[in-house]
C-alpha cells in the first residue's frame, strides 16, 4: 500500500512540473525568449507531450525563433496528431485543404478532421458536415452531414447554424421542417459571430414570409428554448 501511495505521489508530481514546465515555456514565448521556449517545448516533445508537439509545430509553421520550416512543423503536428491532440489533427487537415502541404492526401486530411471532430473540436465538426454534405472529397452521406453540421450548430458555430437550417429547409439528410429551419435561423442571427450575419439575415427573412404568423411563434418559442438549453437537444 505504501508503495502505491508513493507511486500516485510520484505521478501527481510529474504532471505539476509538467504542467509548470508548458506554463514556463508559454511565459518564456511572452517574452521573446524563443530559445528558451524551443528548448522547453522540445525536451517535453521528446517525451511525448502532445501540447509540446503541436506547440514546436507552430514555432516552425511561422518562424517564431527558428527558420520557418513547414515540413518541420508538418512533422510535429503529426506527431502532436498521433497523440490525440485535436488541435494539431484540425491544423494538419486546415493546411491540406488549404494547399499548403502536399504530403497528406485529402482523404487523410478528411481523417484528421475526423479524429478532431470526435475529440469535440467545433470547427472540424463543422468541415466535416461539410464534407459529407459536398460528397468531393469523401463520399456523400446526407445523414453524416447533418449529425456533425447538427453538432458543432449545438457548439454555437454560427456558420454550423446557418448551413443546419439549409437542410432542415430543404429536408436534406433529414426530415423537411421549415419551422426548424426558422428557428436555427434565429439563433444564427443572434450569434455573437456576426461574420455571417448578413448571409442569415436574408435567409432568415426568406423562410419567414413562408411560415404562417403561427409557425413564426413556434419558430420564435423554439429558439428561446433552445438557447434556455444552452442549443443541446434541439433537434
Not at 510520484?10 to 515555456?25: D, F, H, K, P, W
Not at 509540446?52 to 503529426?78: H, I, K, P, R, S
Not at 485535436?86 to 502541404?101: H, P
Not at 444564427?188 to 411560415?211: C, G, I, P, W
Request: overall charge neutral; hydrophobic content about 40%; some cysteine.
Amino acid at each position: 500500500m505504501m508503495q502505491l501511495r508513493w507511486f500516485i505521489l510520484g505521478m501527481l508530481l510529474c504532471s505539476l512540473v509538467q504542467a509548470n514546465t508548458l506554463e514556463e515555456a508559454k511565459l518564456k514565448l511572452s517574452q521573446k525568449d524563443f530559445a528558451g521556449a524551443h528548448a522547453i517545448y522540445l525536451s517535453l516533445a521528446n517525451q511525448n507531450d502532445a501540447k509540446a508537439c503541436y506547440n514546436l509545430g507552430l514555432m516552425y509553421q511561422y518562424g517564431d525563433g527558428v527558420a520557418q520550416n513547414l515540413d518541420e512543423a508538418v512533422n510535429w503536428f503529426t506527431k502532436s496528431a498521433a497523440l490525440n491532440d485535436k488541435e494539431a489533427q484540425y491544423t494538419l487537415a486546415s493546411m491540406v485543404f488549404r494547399r499548403e502541404i502536399q504530403r497528406i492526401s485529402y482523404a487523410e486530411a478528411a481523417q484528421y478532421y475526423q479524429q478532431a471532430a470526435t475529440l469535440g473540436h467545433v470547427k472540424s465538426q463543422l468541415n466535416l458536415g461539410m464534407l459529407y454534405y459536398r460528397g468531393d472529397v469523401i463520399p456523400q452521406d446526407l445523414a453524416a452531414a447533418y449529425q456533425w453540421l447538427n453538432m458543432a450548430a449545438s457548439n454555437n458555430n454560427s456558420e454550423a447554424q446557418g448551413y443546419l437550417a439549409n437542410l432542415y429547409m430543404h429536408g436534406t439528410g433529414v426530415q423537411q421542417d421549415t419551422v426548424k429551419a426558422a428557428m436555427w435561423l434565429m439563433l444564427a442571427t443572434q450569434n455573437e459571430d456576426k461574420r455571417f450575419a448578413s448571409r442569415h439575415a436574408k435567409m432568415l427573412n426568406y423562410t419567414v414570409a413562408q411560415l404562417t404568423p403561427e409557425q413564426v411563434t413556434t419558430a420564435t418559442q423554439l429558439a428561446a428554448q433552445c438557447k434556455n438549453q444552452q442549443l443541446k437537444g434541439c433537434e
